[in-house]
């Protein structure tokens, strides 16, 4: 049966019942194929990031990452997992972080070099996590001043906490549509089990910076409200692609840059190229729930600007500014389709070229009528 056969108007109906991973998408977003690829222009790195050898630069040396060998003995549910998302259940059960990180970095390279199955496995409620930091909600975390930090120790710990959340959502993703693999194709499992092998050597390098700076990971409150928007999409794959790597992941593109200024001004260089390097990286991530919310849009005929904002309404999730529309634009991730400020602009620059046509018209027509009289 070809794709096009698969995803007919009765097929796409019965997806859309029994699949949750596509509930969400209203009629209204209905559209041809061909309408929701005009806005699209993928990351010209994506194919090069999917075809990059295993990165273990899990550590941050004197002139930037550098390899550091699996060097961990895993308990025997680990050795005898025979799936990715078997392992991916484990990474989400462990609570220590950097255990978690090991894990995670093992469970990518076996599926890389192992031909390792994705299988089908079901992720827990929530994320094993360790006693610190104690989580609050996001108006409790301390001002700098008053977190007892040094002010580039304390944008870290922020920065490894996002980092740590992060891998957690990768494998959920993973895990949780694993079920939907015929629909999703390996390819999916296979970017976000990649997404996940990235964020885990982005929290190993902020904990190793940390150390160097006299702190540990829970040495002050971090809120929650990451795994509160995971929660929420929690049952449908197009709303878990529009939340995660389209708002929050793209926050990152937005945040990273002023976090290097600030880390510069303060003095601090070696922070500051960790973290550009960090946000350098996450533009893959974002391009990556980019190409895949696409995807599932296109396979259900339905337009992406529309759906995205449909979804963000539905799950109550609030786009903030201000906007790094540069790296948004690299990974491809069009403007109009979260910054309304865009589509009001564009509509009055074509009233604006309307009124000049018929003020033009006018001008003529009152020229015509001069000369005839």
């Not at 496995?121 to 001043?145: F, G, H, I, Y």
């Amino acid at each position: 049966m070809s794709l096009k056969q698969m995803f007919s108007p009765p097929v796409r109906c019965a997806l859309c019942f029994n699949y949750p991973l596509l509930r969400s998408v209203k009629a209204n977003s209905l559209c041809s194929s061909s309408s929701s690829s005009i806005e699209y222009q993928p990351w010209t790195g994506l194919q090069s990031w999917r075809e990059s050898s295993l990165n273990n630069n899990r550590t941050w040396g004197s002139n930037g990452p550098e390899q550091s060998p699996l060097s961990q003995s895993f308990d025997d549910d680990v050795i005898s997992a025979s799936s990715l998302s078997e392992l991916g259940t484990l990474v989400l059960s462990t609570s220590d972080p950097l255990t978690k990180c090991k894990l995670s970095h093992l469970a990518y390279t076996r599926w890389r070099r192992e031909n390792f199955p994705l299988g089908v496995s079901t992720p827990p409620d929530r994320p094993a996590r360790p006693p610190k930091p104690n989580l609050v909600s996001p108006k409790e975390v301390p001002a700098p001043k008053k977190s007892g930090l040094p002010l580039n120790a304390y944008m870290l710990h922020n920065l490894a906490h996002v980092e740590l959340n992060a891998i957690d959502l990768a494998w959920d993703t993973v895990v949780r549509f694993s079920q939907y693999s015929d629909v999703l194709g390996d390819g999916f499992f296979a970017d976000f089990a990649h997404v996940a092998d990235d964020e885990s050597r982005h929290f190993s390098w902020c904990s190793q910076r940390l150390a160097e700076l006299g702190v540990s990971y829970g040495d002050m409150p971090a809120h929650n409200l990451l795994w509160r928007e995971c929660e929420k999409s929690s049952g449908d794959v197009a709303a878990r692609l529009a939340v995660i790597p389209l708002v929050q992941e793209a926050r990152g593109l937005d945040a990273g840059p002023r976090l290097v200024q600030k880390l510069i001004g303060f003095g601090d260089c070696r922070t500051s190229n960790i973290v550009s390097r960090i946000a350098d990286e996450e533009v893959a991530h974002v391009a990556v729930g980019v190409f895949w919310f696409i995807s599932v849009c296109r396979r259900l005929g339905r337009v992406p600007c529309v759906t995205f904002k449909d979804l963000l309404k539905e799950y109550n999730v609030e786009v903030k500014g201000p906007f790094n529309y540069s790296a948004r634009e690299e990974a491809g991730l069009p403007r109009h389709w979260y910054d309304d400020s865009k589509e009001l602009l564009d509509k009055s620059k074509q009233l604006s070229e309307v009124h000049d046509r018929l003020a033009c018209i006018i001008s003529m027509e009152k020229e015509n009528s001069s000369l005839n009289s």
